[in-house]
């Protein structure tokens, strides 16, 4: 059974991340900072002021003194955010061009969730760690390392409790953070929230994979069991990882009723929920389910 979660969880982790970024990714198109439609930012008395970090999307930054730096950001920005290659080109050479540049939180912030939907992990993790060294309190970009670290660690991957542990940080951080923040003008009450549970979706994802990997299958259940609750866009891996949890801690009916949402979900998941699910009931039906 271990072995063939570790299996699972590789195969699905890009989809339920992608899965897990579309509520992010609309909520950056309508602040204005993901668009085709580059917005002009707000008037600010302070030319040196830094964009505000502590915001599900950032905010525009002030104008560069420099007219081809702002031409080059409105070049990115104008990029439509499927458009994930051209958008990862332009960006990467809009740092390159402008290593000071005013705009890199954005763009770096912009570049992560892009590197994430191409697969690139170990790419998306560098350039989402060069994006909260610049913005400490981006929690889009804390959740979406928690996670992500946590559901690529492998048999190579070197450090793996550093890993786990920078994954725990990112996670509890994003989770701590996220109730503060202050809603941008330029998006609904409904979508706002919406990218918030998003947000702690992720954030309750990573954190309780960090203790499943961990054997703390008790800390781990709440965890899991919280990301499902109150993710708006469903990821089969998180209903996976729960029944994994339920099952490993003899509470075969709760396991049998997360591995059956997620083959429920369509995707690659399914066919290994199945399987799962049926495990779990024979399991139930064998052995003594541990008390609530």
Avoid at 192 to 206: E, V, Y
Avoid at 233 to 253: E, R
């Amino acid at each position: 059974m271990i072995s063939r979660w570790k299996t699972c969880i590789g195969a699905g982790v890009i989809l339920g991340m992608t899965l897990s970024m579309n509520g992010v990714i609309a909520v950056l198109a309508a602040g204005g900072a993901q668009t085709g439609q580059s917005q002009p930012p707000p008037k600010q008395t302070d030319k040196d002021k830094a964009p505000s970090s502590n915001s599900l999307t950032l905010d525009n930054p002030v104008p560069a003194a420099n007219a081809e730096e702002d031409a080059a950001y409105k070049e990115f920005t104008d990029i439509p955010a499927t458009d994930l290659n051209k958008r990862t080109q332009v960006g990467e050479a809009l740092l390159q061009k402008y290593p000071a540049s005013r705009y890199r939180p954005v763009v770096y912030s912009a570049l992560t969730a892009a590197y994430l939907q191409l697969g690139q992990v170990q790419k998306m993790q560098e350039t989402g760690e060069k994006a909260i060294a610049l913005t400490p309190n981006d929690v889009q970009t804390l959740a979406v390392l928690g996670q992500t670290i946590a559901r690529s660690i492998n048999a190579s991957t070197p450090e793996p409790e550093k890993q786990l542990t920078k994954a725990e940080q990112y996670s509890k951080k994003a989770i701590e953070l996220t109730p503060t923040i202050e809603k941008p003008a330029a998006i609904t009450d409904e979508v706002f929230a919406a990218a918030k549970n998003q947000t702690l979706a992720m954030a309750h994802s990573g954190l309780g994979l960090v203790y499943l990997r961990r054997g703390k299958i008790p800390e781990a259940i709440p965890e899991l069991d919280q990301s499902v609750k109150i993710d708006p866009s469903p990821d089969p891996v998180n209903y996976y990882l729960l029944g994994l949890a339920n099952q490993k801690s003899s509470h075969f009916d709760d396991a049998v009723a997360a591995y059956t949402k997620c083959a429920a979900l369509p995707g690659s998941m399914q066919s290994a929920c199945q399987k799962a699910a049926e495990e779990a009931k024979k399991l139930a039906m064998t052995q003594l389910s541990a008390p609530k």
